[in-house]
């Protein structure tokens, strides 16, 4: 006898978790916003109807304080080391976003329902020509963007694929008030 095969009882992946994240807003002394444009073969979760701008992000590793995690991202997907910025704030909570069900199948090998992230802001004091994001960390990691260039803050939910828009707003509105920063003296 044949055992009926049937559906995951929830096709939605609302039972799987959310893969823990950091998110970096990176400020320069002009107020503007470090995006990175995403390579094209990055992914359904990154790239969508041309919005693949985004800030820096990524997991955080087993026991890694969240802090720790978005400057080890930082310099692994820009270059830009700890000690060319200043940590200006963090989101109050945490930050998190479903995937759609078309690339809920594809990412992270169907593992996780989506990120939930710890976003950082940080103010850059270093100078434009130490990032690099085709080659970071003097080509150690696996570039994740092919371009970047500076934003103003209030335009970047129109830049990131929709499903994360939620998140970007509400960095937006958490960091807003942090474009006017100035270095320290």
Known sequence: MVAAMTASPIADGTDLPYRPCVGITLISRAGLVFIGRRRADAGPEHVADGRAW???????DAGED??????????EETSVAAGSVVRLGETEGWLSYDLPPDVLKQAWRGRYRGQTQKWFA?????????????????GAFKSEFDRWRWEPMAGLPDLIV?????????????????????PPQ
């Not at 985004?54 to 955080?60: L, N, R, V």
């Open 54 to 60: 985004q800030m820096p992000q990524g997991g955080i």
């Open 66 to 75: 969240p802090e720790a995690a978005a400057l080890r991202e930082l310099y």
């Open 162 to 182: 929709p499903f994360k828009r939620p998140v970007y707003e509400g960095v937006v509105a958490a960091f807003a008030g942090l474009t006017s920063w100035r």
């Open 122 to 138: 940080f103010g850059f004091l270093g100078s434009d020509d130490e990032i690099d994001v085709t080659s970071p960390g003097k």
